[in-house]
């Protein structure tokens, strides 16, 4: 059974930081492409960042210069260094475990942690 378990969200005033963490089980970590993603109210579920499991990084040009995305396989868990937080980061945060293999893809979903940037 996949499980992807999310923490670290929370309420932060603007220019605050935060580190939101994603302990992954029931899959081969080190072999998956890891990302967060962030839902507003109303909005689409869109890619903040994601690292290869060759630890290749992206992120959306909104986060670029703020944020970093990391993972550490030995404990199977990805994070995401937030910092110079603006309101319209306020999202729910959604942790994503991606591969594809053989024309097959498995995507896994953690139940998301919420962001409230406000002052």
């Known amino acids: 059974q996949v499980q992807l378990v999310e923490s670290g969200g929370g309420l932060v005033q603007p220019g605050g930081s935060l580190r939101l963490s994603c302990r992954a089980s029931?899959?081969?970590?080190?072999?998956?492409?890891m990302g967060w993603y962030r839902q507003a109210p109303g909005k689409q579920r869109d890619l903040v960042a994601d690292?290869?499991?060759?630890?290749?990084?992206n992120y959306a040009d909104s986060v670029k210069g703020r944020f970093t995305i990391s993972r550490d396989n030995a404990k199977n868990t990805v994070y995401l260094q937030m910092n110079s937080l603006k309101p319209e980061d306020t999202a729910v945060y959604y942790c994503?475990?991606?591969?594809?293999?053989?024309?097959?893809?498995?995507?896994?979903w953690g139940q998301g942690t919420q962001v409230t940037v406000s002052s």
């Open positions: 029931g899959i081969i970590f080190s072999i998956y492409t």
């Open positions: 994503n475990a991606h591969r594809e293999q053989r024309m097959r893809t498995y995507d896994y």
């Open positions: 690292i290869s499991s060759g630890d290749s990084t």
